[in-house]
């Protein structure tokens, strides 16, 4: 059964510092991976994108790294804010036969970013 | 947001009566899909569709319906909605070659009582 593991379930951290979210999957056959924000009471908003060939991606202070061997994903926030405070998933993909694919969610990170 | 809208935004109903939410796109996007979100969870998929009359299944389908009439409608039914239904309900397309970037609807908050 495809499953994606998101660490840690929470985190406090204060504006201005740098924080790592995790995410491990078991996922075949691999599609991509995308990284989600999600503001409290709204839909969840595309940050990164990355493919089998790609091992890092950025968006702005949002830094995504994938490592296809271990099956291990990060998410890098830098110089965090306030309004980074929301809840970060993870979602693999697995291809399906016709071209398609198949979204597997992660439970997701709750970063909440004080002043 | 990729012209997608969720109607309604808040429904309360009670057990046993049938609940219809739409999901209304505009960029005639060929694939769309139902989620819902519960605390504990991730987003599951409830079902999909690839085309007009095109659906199928997705993990957490019993209980629900969908119809596909027009590129620009999805409709999820709950027949007979349940307490366990109780949910945020999400809609999204997807875009891209490989259909791999999706972009989600504000949400439905469904409370079934």
């Known amino acids: 059964k495809n499953q994606v593991e998101q660490s840690p379930q929470s985190l406090i951290i204060l504006e201005g510092k740098n924080c790592t979210l995790q995410?491990?999957?078991?996922?075949?056959?691999?599609?991509?991976l995308r990284w989600y924000k999600q503001d409290t009471g709204r839909g969840p908003v595309s940050l990164t994108i990355?493919?089998?060939?790609?091992n890092t991606k950025s968006n702005g202070r949002y830094t995504a790294t994938l490592d296809a061997d271990t099956k291990q994903s990060s998410l890098h926030i830098t110089a965090s804010q306030l309004s980074d405070s929301a809840s970060y998933i993870c979602?693999?993909?697995?291809?399906?036969?016709?071209?398609?694919?198949?979204?597997?969610f992660g439970r997701g990170t709750s970063l909440i970013v004080h002043p | 947001d990729a012209g997608i809208t969720q109607s309604p935004r808040h429904k309360v109903t009670e057990t046993g009566t049938p609940v219809t939410l739409r999901c209304h796109q505009t960029e005639n996007h060929r694939y769309m899909y139902w989620y819902r979100q519960d605390p504990g969870h991730g987003l599951r998929l409830i079902h999909y569709?690839?085309?007009?009359?095109?659906?199928d299944k997705g993990e957490v389908s019993d209980g629900y319906s969908v119809s596909r009439s027009k590129t620009e409608d999805f409709l999820l039914t709950l027949e007979s909605a349940t307490s366990s239904q109780t949910s945020v309900y999400f809609c999204?397309?997807?875009?891209?070659?490989?259909?791999?970037?999706?972009?989600f609807g504000p949400g439905t908050r469904l409370l079934v009582l």
């Open positions: 995410c491990n999957y078991t996922v075949s056959p691999f599609s991509n």
């Open positions: 999204a397309i997807s875009v891209g070659q490989g259909q791999e970037t999706q972009y």
């Open positions: 569709s690839y085309g007009v009359k095109d659906t």
């Open positions: 990355m493919t089998f060939s790609e």
């Open positions: 979602v693999v993909s697995a291809w399906l036969s016709g071209g398609s694919y198949i979204p597997t």
